[in-house]
């Protein structure tokens, strides 16, 4: 009998915490932010194709007006560095940087310097300023920011203890969301962001996942990000497609990678004395540079590259140094410091760079831009399960699954022979350390403080 009564208190007490809503509260904000993610991400992306055809309708509806960017294209820039560094500090640059970089931090503030609302607004308003200016810039690394602000700020209403397993799942919430691409967002989440595999934070980032689709879904429908190509390396010469695609994306990539990183350390020095005037000065001279670049190739190396990729996988190749110019445009965007990613400008890159080997070879010119994008992406970021994942679910191409791998597995081989340290990692160092000055700053202050 004892037994019997024992069990009917538990079931009481189940019953009882189970309908209190200090047990359901922490999940339906979860849940609430994984569809706000979802939502927000569908929104950006449609903001952030009206901006760039506007930019491109503007510049081209004239007789003179194709010369137009010289002008809007240095001063957007200028404008969003100069927004970036006094209104959304730590909102420049692609945005994963700053959430590899939170997860860092047990603090709270120190989060918040890297993760908030108002960094995730001007995430967005900055993104779209940029490709309003013609930037060669992508909105996919900024919803990263974006969904991990979102889910941090639901960790705080929740009352949640998990802010680093959450800050993890909206990142890969806002991959997911962005490019459709549901399999690359987990992958993202644990290849790139944790490095690790971490059983606890995983559930929280597959229903976050599952909850930013849904919302994606509902919105605007299943649809494959590049189209479908059924491309397939059958050949002795597709093979040889895929060593020269591998290989030569790794060394592209991690030329960009290992540039990227050194020359953002040099701008950092240089302009430490005065930090604003000269970071507008390199973001106004990065503009110039691009708007030069894209004016010269006709307007092809503005905005993401999202029409040229598609149309190398369809088919038809890039111009022979297309790569080459869209590559320097995404550094010069990148290096001006304005928000903005380079996931969709490489993607643009890597499908240039194999068009061209495909041509020069007399091989597949949809083969070898899908080839392209998997060896210099894996290249760039050091990451090639996500580059492989994120490709396969992007062009929705089954067949090409192993020569995609492979070239995957080589641009990564081949970039970290040339450059150690993985992009996105090594540009969090710099986040990382600025929270640690700042907060030594802060207790050297309130040592100083008379009691």
Known sequence: MPSKYKKMKMFRRSRVMWGSWRVWKPRAVFWTGALAVGVISVAFAKMADWAQHLFFSVT???????LLPLIITPLGFALCAWLAITVFPNSGGSGIPQAIAARHFHDDEDRSRLLSLKLAVGKIVLTI????????????????????????????????????????????????????????????????????????????????????GLASLGLVGTYTYFGTSTVVAQTAADWGLVLVCGIGGGVFGALFSAGALKASQRVRRWSHSVPLKRMLIVAAGCGLGSAIIGVATGGATFGTGYEQARAAIEGQGAPTFFFLEKLASTFLAMMSGIPGGIFAPSLSVGAGFGSTVASV?????????????????????????TAFVIIL????????????MAA???????????????????????????GIRAKRAHRAAEDHTPS
Not at 393 to 404: D, L, Q, R, Y
């Open 361 to 385: 070879l007399g091989t597949s010119v949809g083969l070898g831009a899908i080839l392209g994008m998997a060896g210099y992406f894996a290249g760039v970021v050091q990451a090639p399960m």
């Open 60 to 66: 081209s509806s004239g007789e003179w007006a194709f």
């Open 408 to 434: 995957s597995m080589l641009g990564y081989l081949t970039s970290r022979m040339i450059s150690a340290e993985p992009l996105y990692h090594g540009l969090s160092r710099i986040f990382i350390a600025q």
């Open 129 to 212: 300023a940029g490709l309003l200016s013609g930037a060669s810039i992508g909105r996919e690394g900024p919803t990263v920011q974006v969904g991990a602000s979102i889910m941090l700020q639901a960790a705080r209403i929740g009352g949640m203890a998990q802010a680093r397993g959450l800050i993890l799942a909206g990142s890969a919430a806002g991959i997911a969301a962005a490019f459709n691409t549901p399999l690359a967002g987990i992958v993202f989440a644990i290849e790139e962001m944790s490095r690790t595999y971490e059983a606890r934070s995983n559930g929280l980032v597959l229903t976050a996942v599952i909850l930013s």
């Open 393 to 404: 679910e992007m062009t929705g191409n089954h067949e090409a699954v192993i020569p995609i």
